[in-house]
Every structure is written in structure tokens, then in C-alpha cells.
T-cell receptor, first 112, second 113 residues
Framework: EDKVVQSPLSLVVHEGDTVTLNCSYE??????LLWYKQEKKAPTFLFML????IEKKSGRLSSILDKKELFSILNITATQTGDSAIYLC????????????FGKGTKLTVNP | DGGITQSPKYLFRKEGQNVTLSCEQN?????MYWYRQDPGQGLRLIYY???????QKGDIAEGYSVSREKKESFPLTVTSAQKNPTAFYLC????????????FGPGTRLLVL
């Protein structure tokens, strides 16, 4: 059974700290790994990673994939209170179904 | 504006009642999905559709039904057979077999009276 595991499940930091969120996966016919940010409602898309070792960056957020060790990390530098959210990791598989398998998420709280 | 809309925002269901959640997209995406989100459980796939007039069960399809008569629309019916329907329901769409991320609607929160 395909599985995505995120850690930690919950994290509390102070503004200005740097955080690293982890996502490991066991997926048959892996295609890509996606990161989403969920505040109150719909998850918003952050990154899609398909190749090992290539960092994707957007402002203070960055992410990288390791297909050999089957994990990805999401880094947030100089955190702000607006970064408080649940961060979701999901994998897709090759073979046409385009289903996403989600982890349970990491709840990040950034205190002033 | 392009996007995915869901309605209603909140929905109340009485015992034994079927209710239908609406999902519409104008992104010209082929694939659409329904997820259920419970606290501490992450998102679980209910049904998905890769093309009009075709859909497949996800991991937790029991007690739910869908239709895909139009490319833009993928309504979800929560039937009386679903014994624990209280949850946050999210609809998503993606370009489909061509690959690409899934994009989510704002969600519908279903509560049982």
C-alpha cells in the first residue's frame, strides 16, 4: 500500500527561526512529490518535485527531493506568523491514475 | 477568473438524508477529485474522474456517489449510508494524464444535525 509519512506532526517556533519539514514516501511507480500549504480552507500548491537533487525555491520557501532515500524536505527561512499553517506532502504515481496519496500534514505555528 | 468553486460553504444534514455538494471548475481540466479531511487524518480520496462520463472509487467511496456529465462539474452526493459524514470536503482538479499538480476548491464543511 502506498504511504506518505510526514514529520514532525506539529512544530512551534518563534518568528525568524528556520524550520525543516520532512516527508518520506513508499510509493509504487513514483512520479512526483507535491507540497501544499493549508491555512483555513483549501490547500494551496507550493511545489512539485520530480527530479532528485534539484532545489525548488519560492521566496523564503525551498524544497528538494531525494529519490534514492525516498524523502523530501521543505525549508522555511526567517519564518513569519503568516507561515503558520498545515503543510501537506503528497505523492503521485505513474501509470495514469493521477491519484494523490497524502501524508497527515505538519502543523506549523510561528509565534511572534 | 479561472478556478474551482464549491458550494455550499456549510451544509447541514439530517439523519437519513442525502445531500449533494457542488464542485465546478473553469480551468479546462480533464481530471477532478473529491477528498474528505478529518482532524489528524490528512486528506483521503473518495472518488475521482479522469474524463467525462467516467469515474473511479478512491479509498473511502462507501456511502458516497458522484457523476461527471460535464467536464466542468463533479458533484458529490453523501448518502444516508455514510454513517459518519461530518467532515471537511475538498474538491480538486488537474490537467489529468498530462501531469501537473492538483488545485483545490475552498471546501464544504458538512455537519450532521
Amino acid at each position: 500500500e502506498d504511504k506518505v509519512v510526514q514529520s514532525p506532526l506539529s512544530l512551534v517556533v518563534h518568528e525568524g527561526d528556520t524550520v525543516t519539514l520532512n516527508c518520506s514516501y513508499e510509493v509504487t511507480n513514483f512520479r512526483s512529490l507535491l507540497w501544499y500549504k493549508q491555512e483555513k480552507k483549501a490547500p494551496t500548491f507550493l511545489f512539485m518535485l520530480t527530479s532528485s537533487g534539484i532545489e525548488k525555491k519560492s521566496g523564503r520557501l525551498s524544497s528538494i527531493l531525494d529519490k534514492k532515500e525516498l524523502f523530501s524536505i521543505l525549508n522555511i527561512t526567517a519564518t513569519q506568523t503568516g507561515d503558520s499553517a498545515i503543510y501537506l506532502c503528497a505523492s503521485t504515481t505513474q501509470g495514469g491514475s493521477e491519484k494523490l496519496v497524502f501524508g497527515k500534514g505538519t502543523k506549523l505555528t510561528v509565534n511572534p | 477568473d479561472g478556478g474551482i468553486t464549491q458550494s455550499p460553504k456549510y451544509l447541514f444534514r439530517k439523519e437519513g438524508q442525502n445531500v449533494t455538494l457542488s464542485c465546478e471548475q473553469n480551468l479546462n481540466h480533464d481530471a477532478m477529485y473529491w477528498y474528505r479531511q478529518d482532524p489528524g487524518q490528512g486528506l483521503r480520496l473518495i472518488y475521482y474522474s479522469q474524463i467525462v462520463n467516467d469515474f473511479q472509487k478512491g479509498d473511502i467511496a462507501e456511502g458516497y456517489s458522484v457523476s461527471r456529465e460535464k467536464k466542468e462539474s463533479f458533484p458529490l452526493t453523501v448518502t444516508s449510508a455514510q454513517k459518519n459524514p461530518t467532515a471537511f470536503y475538498l474538491c480538486a482538479s488537474s490537467p489529468g494524464l498530462a501531469g501537473g499538480a492538483q488545485y483545490f476548491g475552498p471546501g464544504t464543511r458538512l455537519l450532521v444535525l
